[in-house]
C-alpha cells in the first residue's frame, strides 16, 4: 500500500493517527535539527515533520537527500502544529516521520511548480506534464472536468442520450478546411475529420432518437489565429419535434443549471436579443452585456448643423461614459488613437464633456453650441460628470468602431469582472450574408438552417433581408454557441441550395445522404453546439483557453512536447500509395 | 408547441386530458367506419382513434391520405380503450382525435421497421437512419448511453478526472497501423491519429493528476476482420500511487456497480485466475467460467499403456461432458469433424463413454481396459452417464484444440447463457512472447509493462518466463479489459527497451518525451483499458458489436450510408504537397 490518505484531507480530527501519505517534494526547509518538508499530491500539501536526534538516523539521513520534486513515500504520526497555516485545510497539523522512503528521484525542474510560475510559454509547452503539475493548471482541469459531468447530468436528466458520432467520415469542400486521412484499403481515397458532427445528429432526428447529445472533439485545419486549436471540444445537442422556443429554454436551463452548480450563482431569465437589435445598440453580434453603455443614434440632432463629418455619414451614434468628463487632454487623445488604429479605422473620435456645472466641452464646439450639446446629452440620457462619444460614418463600418471602443471604455472603467456572468440569447440571425470574394451569399449558419416561415416570400427579391431560425448563446461578449431550426422539408432544402449557388447535381453529391433521408419522414428538429474549451476557459474567468487544454497544440498546430506533427517512414507512405512533392 | 406528451407516458390516469402528439404513422388499420393509427416515437407506440362520421371529415382524409413512416401532429382526448394490449405501457388508452396535421410524408421504405426486419445487412447500413428506427437498435443505443453514464458516475465517485487527451498525436512504428493525418501547415509532416491514449495517461501521472479516465475513440488502420471496426471507444483509465491490488479492487467495484445499475445483477468477487492457470485448466487467457468443464491432464494415467499417439504427445489432457454416455456414434463423429477442422487442427478425438452400467465404451478400447478407464473417469471426477473427450499432442497446441471443443461443448449443452455473466481477472500474464516473424520477444501487453519485481533476475536467462504485472478482465470468454502497472523507473524502462530490440537512439526517438518525463519524478502508477463497444454488446447479450454502435463502418472499412472515404478534390492534395502513386 503506497498511501493511506492523500495530502489534502489530514486536519486535527486525525490526531495520533498513523499514516502513510505519498507525493512530491514541494519544499525542503532544513533548520539544522529541524527539517519540515511540504509534500503535494492532487489533493494539497500536507507538511512532514523530522527533528535530528529524536526521529529514525536513516529517515534524516534519505530528508537531506531530497531534491525539488521526488517522489517520497513518508510514515508517520499525525500531531498538531506549533505554528498553523490558517490559508490551507491541512494547515492545523503536521506529519511526525517515522519512515521515508524516496520511490523516484527528479532532475530539477527547468521552471518552478508554483502558482506563478518562471517558465516561459515554449518551456512550459514542452514540459507541459511539469507545467501541469502547477495549481492554476490543475484547478482549470478540474472545472472542466466538473463542467462535463454537470452537462451530461443535466442532459441526462431532460431524457438527452449521448450517441458517438463517427471520426472518420467524408470530405465536403463547403465550410472550413478538412483535416484528411488517405485510406490504405481503398486507394486513392480519403476519410475527413469532422468539422461537427452535423449531418449525423440531423441524421439521428431523422431516425427518431428525439434528444442527442455529445461532448465531442471536431477538426479544423485552419490558419491559427492566437487562441484557436486545430482539434477543439463541442458540446453537440439536437432535438426532434421542438420549435425555436423549445431549444432556448431547454439550453437557458442548462446555462443557469452549471453556473448554478459549478460557481454557485444564480443567473436570472436570459434576454433576447434579435440580431438587429445587437447590432444597433451594441455593433456587435455577441454584445458584452455585463455593463449598458448602449449605443444612441444621433443623426437627428447632430446632422445639418454645418458639420460636414456628420452631414455625410450615413449614421452619428454615441455612447455615454458615465463620470469621465474629468478625462484629461491626454486621455482623450489616446482615447483617438485607439479609435484610429488599423485595426479599428475610425477617422477620428468626437467627444463632449457634460460638466459638473451643467456646461459642455466638445471637440465640435465650432459648429455646436450649448444649447445642441445640451440636446444630445438629453437624447443619450447623459447626466452631469458625464462623457460623451460620438463616431460617424458607414452605418455598418461605424457600429463596428464604436463596440471596439464601448468594450474599451468598459474596461478602463473596470465593467468587465471575469467574475460576474451575463448571458444572452441572440435571435433572429440573418440567414444569408454576402461574401464580397465569391459575389454571392453564403449561409450565415450552415445551409440547413431554415428561415423564417414569414420570410421566405423575400428569398427571391431581398435575400439579405431573409431572417433564419438561428441563435447564439452568447455570455459576457464571447459567443460560446450557436444553432438554429434545420430545414426538414426536401422541397425547401432544394431552394436553399439553389439559392446558395450550389447545382443539384452538386447538392446530391455533397449532401445527397442526407437529402435522401429526409424524403423518408424527417420530422422538424433543430439544435446546438457550445464551445466547451471556451465555456471552460468563461468559468475560469480567463481570456485564452489554452490552459484549459490538457495537452494544446501551439499556433503552428504542432505539440512541441511529443514533436508532433513529425515525417513518417517510407514504407507508411508507400502502403498509402501516396508520395510528397515539393 | 408539437407536442403535450411522448407516444410512451399517457395511461388510464390521463382519461379525457386533451393532448398533443407527434410522431411516426407506425401503422394504419383501416376497418372502414374505423380507423385506428398506431403512433411511434423513441419512447413509445400510442394509438389514435378516428371514427367516421364522428370525428372532424378532415381529420378522416388526412388519416386516409398516410403512408407508413409519416410525420404527423395528433390532437385530441385520452379515452380508454375498450379491448386494451397489456403489452404496451400505453395499451390501456387511444387518443379520440380531434386534429391530425402531417409534418411530413415518406417514400415507401425499403424495408420494415419492425424488430425482425426483412433488410439484408447492405440495405440497412445503407439507410442506417432508418435501420436505427427498429426498437432493438434504439434499446442498444439506450444501453450504450445508460452504460457511458453510470461508468461516468462511478469513476466520479472515486475521485477520476475524465481528461481529454490529443486525437492529432505523433505516429509510431511499434504495435498496430496507425491512421496518419498529412499537416498542410508542416509540409512533408503527418499527425497520427491515437491507437490509444497511452503514453498521454502516462504523462498525465508524471503530471500528478493521480486518478484519470476517459471514453475515447481510437483507432486502428488494420485488415479488418469481421466484427472489427476502424473506429472504437475505450474506456481508459489510470491511477498513480497504486499496486496491482488497487487497481483490480476498483475495477471489480466498476463492473459489480455497472452490473448491478444497469442489469440489476449482483455480481459476487471475481476470482483471479493466474495466467499459467486459465491455460493449464482452459486453455485460454479469456476462459468462458459460465460453465466448469475444467481440463484434466491424464499424462500420468494415459501413457506409456501402449498406445504411441499418446506416449508420444507432450501432453493428454480431457474434459467431462456431464450426461453426454449416450451420444450417438454421428454426434461423436460430428464432434471428431469439429476439432479436425483446418482452424482447429486437431489429429483426432479420443471419447471415453462412462456408461450408466458402470461399464466404458471409448474409441481406444484396443489399449485401455476398463480398469484403465475407471482411472481416468476417477482422475477426472466423471461419473456414471458422462462422457469423456481427450486430445493430445504439443502443450500449447493441444490446450488451444481443447479450449474450442470445450466451447464447443457449452455451447452444445446451453451452458452459455447471454443472459448470466461470470467475470474473472486473468492475472500474471508473461512480460514477454517469441515473435516467430522477427525472431524476436515483443512486448505481449506494451513496452511499458513492468515485470514482476521477484523475475527480474530471469530477464536475461530465460526471458519468456519473467511475468508481467499485467491483468486481462474477462467475461464470458470475452476479453473486455486489461492493463498493467507500469514501468515508472527510466532504468527499468531502458532495461526493457533492450530487451526488445530497441537501441537507446530508437527508444529515444520514439518515446524520448516519456523517457525524458520519467526524469522528473515519475510516481508509481498503472491502469486500464475496456473496449466499451464490446461491453456494450456484452451487456446486451449479443455477439457483435455492430448494432452497438450508430454509424459503423462495413468490413472494408467503409461507411456506405455517407459512401466514405471519396476521393477529394486535387487542390486539397496540392495544398498538402501530396500525390497520388500507382
Redesign the interface.
Known sequence: ???SHTCGELNLKDINREVTL???IHKVRDKGGLIWIDL????GITQLLIEEGRSDASVVETARKLGR???VKAKGTVVERESKNPNIPTGSIEIDLTDLQI?????T?PFTIEDDTDGGEELRMK????D??RQPL?KN??L??RL??ET?KYL?DQKF???????????T?EGA??????????E??????PQSPQ??KQ??M??????YYQLV?C?R?E??RADRQ??F?QIDCEMA???QD?ILNTFEGMVKYLFSTVKQIDIPELPRVEYADAMKYYGSDKPDIRFGMKFVELNDVAQNKGFKVFDDAELVVGIVAENCADYSRKQLDKLTDFVKKPQIGAKGLVYVKYNEDGSFKSSVDKFFNQEALLSWAEKMNAGKGDLLLVLSGEKNKVRKQLNELRLEMGERLNLRDPEVFAPLWVVDFPLLEWDEESERYHAMHHPFTSPKHEDINLLDKKPGEVRANAYDLVINGVEIGGGSIRI??RELQKLMFKHLGFSDEEAQEQFG?LLN?F??????HGGIALGFDRLAALFGGQDSIRDF???P?NN????I?????????DD?LE????????
Chains 1, 2 share one sequence.
Open positions: 500500500m503506497l498511501r505519498s507525493g512530491w503535494r499530491d492532487r489533493y520534486e521526488y517522489v520511490l523516484n528521484s527528479s532532475k525542474p514540459f507541459r506534464y511539469l501541469l503539475r490543475r482541469l478540474e472542466r472536468n462535463s459531468i451530461r441526462d442520450f449521448e450517441i458517438e458520432t463517427p471520426y472518420l467520415i467524408k470530405s469542400p478546411r478538412d483535416f484528411v486521412v488517405p485510406s490504405r484499403m481503398n486513392g481515397q480519403f476519410y475527413a475529420l449531418t449525423f441524421l439521428l431523422v431516425a427518431g432518437y428525439d434528444r472533439k477538426f485545419d490558419d491559427l486545430p482539434e471540444t419535434f421542438v420549435e423549445d426538414h422539408d445522404f433521408a424524403e423518408y419522414g424527417a420530422p422538424p487544454i490538457a495537452f497544440k503552428s498546430g504542432r505539440d512536447m511529443i514533436d508532433s506533427p513529425s515525417v513518417i517512414a507508411q502502403e498509402l500509395k501516396l508520395k510528397s512533392v515539393k
